[in-house]
């Protein structure tokens, strides 16, 4: 993508909201199935804390991988210049 192109602003916002939406949603899945278990089990919200706590490195790491996944889609590889000195 060219550095110049207008699209390139969109694009990046693109990356920001599908991180920021998938964050969100990884979230509200680990406080559901920690509220689950509270109730499965009867305890006082202890499993929904530890639910969502332990998301939080989940998400960073999967918001990284989907990130640099979505940048290297957006960024071209560098195309070998081809030698004309024959």
Known sequence: MEPNNPNRMYAALGIAGQAGCLTVI?????????LWLDQLLGT?????LICVAGSV???LFVTLRVTQRLIARMIPPDKPKKD???
């Open 57 to 59: 490195p989940i998400a």
């Open 26 to 34: 990884l979230a509200v899945a680990a406080l559901l199935f920690g």
């Open 44 to 48: 006082r919200r202890i499993f929904a």
């Open 84 to 86: 004309n000195s024959t």
